[in-house]
């Protein structure tokens, strides 16, 4: 028996150790989450989104969706192919691919399609399809997670790169709590890129509003909508746009007066106290990446339209996640166009 408990001592032991002490990649930090506003008032639970329509694409994750002058529909595939389709979501045509991960794509005043590429940096795709890089570094050093992009009548492509660590395990960035992402801008015609802000929390969507004289970016990590502004006596500033949001921010787009927001996940709210503990979090880092999973939050649609004082005015969620992880919304007159990270299809929500 005195042999069983010295063993079974022994094995605590070395758990405690293994737990408390065993190299990990990541040095976590301590960080309070912003508030959460919990699903209420503003947010409240509805079922709008059951009625959106799923159109079948050829490969999962049509994670942007842009229309050109003349009607097309444009999104990038997880593959790396860029799909044509008209306002139905027919006549698919694969036109391109990247080699890579597209995410964020606009059209340029040229009639270029803009591409924000995971894993090529800031492409370009010309009317014969034919593709070239315009960013995929900065001083020398290659941009990681080159994400979202929105692009101004004067042909400056204001850009996100989320993070700078490891880009295939994202959520490496939440739980270290260190903000490795920045924001840029590249003029088109002299190809000159600016940094605009680092240190930034795995900076997300970005849109410009209608006078562009300011721009809404997401921290998706960080919980929280800015406006940077690029004119007038607050130029090169930032200030809170909403930092009280029921879930993890991604693309953000603008139409008629409305900030449109994708949100993909909830927000694991009993979770969030451990991340003002980096010692228990480094000890979680060191249990099987099942473990780590569970606490990932199940499907659930919802997307956010703000006014431009922040306010939230439209409030559309599907409990049930019939198209989940939603990651961006193109308004298209009544239509809102919705992308996926991970969905086969991309959705058609109608506005009522």
């Known amino acids: 028996m005195k042999l069983v408990k010295r063993i079974l001592l022994s094995f605590f032991i070395l758990g405690v150790l293994y737990l408390g002490f065993y190299p990990i990649p990541l040095d976590p930090i301590a960080r309070k989450t912003p508030p959460f506003p919990g699903l209420e008032n503003d947010y409240k639970p509805n079922e709008l989104l059951k009625s959106t329509q799923l159109v079948m694409v050829p490969h999962p994750g049509p994670e942007s969706i842009v229309r050109d002058s003349l009607g097309n529909f444009y999104t990038g595939l997880a593959n790396g192919d860029i799909l044509q389709f008209d306002a139905e979501g027919n006549n698919q045509e694969i036109i391109a691919n990247t080699g890579g991960r597209p995410l964020g794509m606009k059209i340029a005043p040229s009639g270029e399609l803009i591409i924000a590429d995971h894993r090529k940096g800031l492409l370009a795709l010309d009317s014969l399809h034919k593709l070239r890089v315009l960013v995929d570094q900065y001083k020398g050093e290659k941009l990681l997670f080159v994400d979202d992009l929105d ?4 042909g400056i492509v204001y850009f996100s790169n989320a993070t700078q660590r490891n880009p295939d395990v994202v959520e490496n960035e939440a739980w270290e709590q260190r903000a490795s992402g920045a924001l840029f801008a590249h003029d088109l015609l002299s190809g000159k890129t600016t940094l605009l802000k680092d240190d930034l929390f795995f900076p997300n969507g970005i849109a410009l509003n209608e006078s562009q004289d300011y721009f809404i970016f997401s921290e998706t990590f960080g919980l929280s909508l800015s406006k940077y502004w690029l004119k007038g006596t607050k130029k090169n500033t930032i200030e809170v746009f909403n930092n009280e949001l029921p879930g993890y921010p991604d693309n953000v787009t603008f139409s008629e007066g409305i900030f449109w927001v994708a949100i993909p996940s909830q927000r694991a709210v009993g979770f969030e106290p451990i991340f003002e503990q980096p010692f228990l979090r480094s000890m979680l880092l060191r249990l099987p990446e099942a473990v780590l999973n569970s606490v990932i939050p199940g499907r659930y649609s919802m997307l956010l339209g703000f006014d431009e004082s922040g306010i939230p005015v439209y409030n559309l969620q599907d409990p ?13 007159d009544n239509q809102l166009y919705l992308g ?9 929500y109608s506005l009522k």
Not at 151 to 154: D, G, K
Not at 320 to 332: C, E, W
Request: hydrophobic residues 30%; charged residues 20%.
């Open 340 to 348: 996926s990270l991970t969905e086969p299809s991309l959705g058609i």
């Open 151 to 154: 692009i101004s009548n004067e």
């Open 320 to 332: 049930d996640g019939k198209y989940d992880s939603i990651t961006s919304v193109l308004q298209v």
